[in-house]
């Protein structure tokens, strides 16, 4: 979807007493017509009425790299999109007037790597590393869910992640059925996130990640699609398909790459140099293992990386290198990573970022510091995965992905530098909103229309399916 183009001046315009507006955003794509609100917490105009605190992200807007704008902040959203942030902003007619005094707003987060399959396996192996995980786990499991099971255990981690702030989602889906694809899309759909499925199959039933982009993803306003792949130079022939499959398709490349040291043998750079994918179009998830000279590649190539630092703590996979990406200019951001960081809480994915550097390295001024993390968690999300225009910033004309913090907390309080607080304090139930694409989803820390009580019970009958099985 794309977006009028905003001047800085015609940004800067909106801070103080006059709005900033954009352009009218329409709704739907494809010609399709918009996404219906649903019931009474759907897509509205919405004001939300004098933020304490609101980290932009754009800073054209705001004070600083993370656009921060303080006392008495208003941000209007109509039409699915974030349409004006200012101070003392007009409330259209009919709108719906959230009042945030005393709260925190920012964009919604990006978790830039999942398996939300994976809830069906929390706290398994926990004694394993990655190689025993996946064998005792992950592999044993995944072919005893059937599609109704996979919805259940989808839901449940879409909810999860959503509630607490999560508002875009990259879920690197393993090889399964046409028919489990189509319940999982569904799930995600009917939990209300934006998602980007990033789909593989086996060399043999390639033809099913088009089918699933084509029938199932295309026709929803909140799905885009990836392709998702293992790379190594033994299956080099088929990393070469899946990646001609990427560019046909016109979409981006995911793959798992030296997450654990013994992913070497294999050698996954040369083989993704050699089909001809190390680029920009390259999600490469943990990126742990990689040798100077790899790192300089990757920043030279424009290849992202998604860093899963909780995952990799509990699967003793190492510590990636962070900073020495970030000083070759290497675009990252936070994945959360299926079962293996058990639960959504980007908090602590935060906060475990930022700590890990500095207990390595000694230096409470590495990468990632408190702003850079909070980037990553947002705007640098959706740079990774080419979203930037649509997601990330409160930028007006960006899609209204937004969350609200309640800072009025035991964990929280009192206050003295918000901004590292989110981070160092912050946890889920401090999630006051959460609205995707304008559409309130969370309010007052709830999920709206959402029987909790049911989709916990569905998933603990699947659960006892999967161990019957």
Not at 270 to 276: D, F, P, T, V
Not at 293 to 316: F, K, Y
Request: glycine share 10%.
């Amino acid at each position: 979807m794309n977006f009028p183009k905003l001047s800085r001046r015609s940004v800067l315009a909106g801070i103080g007493s006059v709005p900033l507006t954009a352009a009218g955003v329409p709704e739907g794509r494809r010609g399709r017509p918009a996404e219906p609100a649903r019931g009474p917490g759907g897509r509205r105009t919405t004001l939300l009425r004098g933020a304490d605190l609101v980290l932009t992200m754009d800073p054209a807007l705001g004070a600083g790299e993370l656009g921060t704008l303080e006392d008495g902040v208003d941000l209007l959203l109509r039409d699915g999109a974030v349409a004006a942030v200012g101070r003392r902003l007009d409330a259209p007619r009919g709108a719906r007037i959230v009042d945030v005094g005393g709260k925190i707003v920012l964009p919604g987060f990006v978790d830039l790597h999942n398996h939300l399959w994976q809830s069906s396996i929390r706290g398994g192996c926990s004694d394993q590393d990655l190689n025993g995980w996946l064998g005792g786990c992950n592999r044993v499991v995944l072919p005893k869910i059937d599609a109704r099971d996979m919805y259940r255990f989808v839901h449940l981690a879409a909810l999860d992640a959503l509630r607490t702030g999560v508002t875009t989602v990259v879920d690197w889906v393993h090889p399964i059925p046409y028919d489990t694809s189509e319940r999982y899309v569904r799930a995600l759909d009917d939990a209300g996130l934006r998602f980007v499925y990033a789909a593989t199959q086996s060399a043999a039933d390639l033809a099913l990640v088009p089918k699933v982009k084509k029938e199932l993803l295309d026709p929803l306003p909140l799905a885009s699609a990836q392709v998702s792949v293992h790379a190594g130079m033994s299956v080099g022939r088929e990393l070469r398909q899946f990646h001609e499959l990427a560019r046909d398709l016109g979409v981006m490349l995911n793959s798992h790459v030296l997450e654990h040291r013994d992913d070497r043998k294999d050698d996954p750079i040369r083989a993704l140099r050699e089909a001809g994918a190390f680029g920009p179009e390259l999600l490469m998830n943990h990126a742990i293992h990689l040798t100077d000279e790899e790192i300089a590649l990757t920043g030279a190539h424009d290849v992202r990386v998604a860093h899963c630092p909780l995952s990799n703590m509990r699967l003793a996979s190492g510590i990636a290198p962070l900073p020495a990406l970030h000083r070759h200019g290497v675009r990252a951001g936070l994945g959360h990573d299926g079962g293996t960081n058990d639960t959504s809480d980007m908090f602590n994915l935060m906060k475990a970022a930022v700590g890990l550097q500095r207990a390595r390295h000694e230096d409470a001024g590495i990468h990632p510091t408190i702003p850079a993390v909070l980037r990553m968690a947002t705007l640098g999300g959706a740079e990774c995965i080419g979203m930037a225009d649509r997601i990330g910033s409160l930028t007006p004309g960006k899609r209204a992905d937004v969350v609200v913090l309640d800072p009025g907390t035991l964990n929280f309080a009192p206050r003295f530098d918000w901004t590292s607080q989110i981070v160092l304090n912050g946890q889920p139930p401090n999630v006051s909103e959460v609205f995707v694409d304008g559409h309130l989803r969370v309010s007052g820390g709830e999920l709206l229309h959402v029987d909790t009580a049911r989709v916990v019970r569905e998933a603990e009958r699947a659960a006892a399916n999967v161990r019957a099985a």
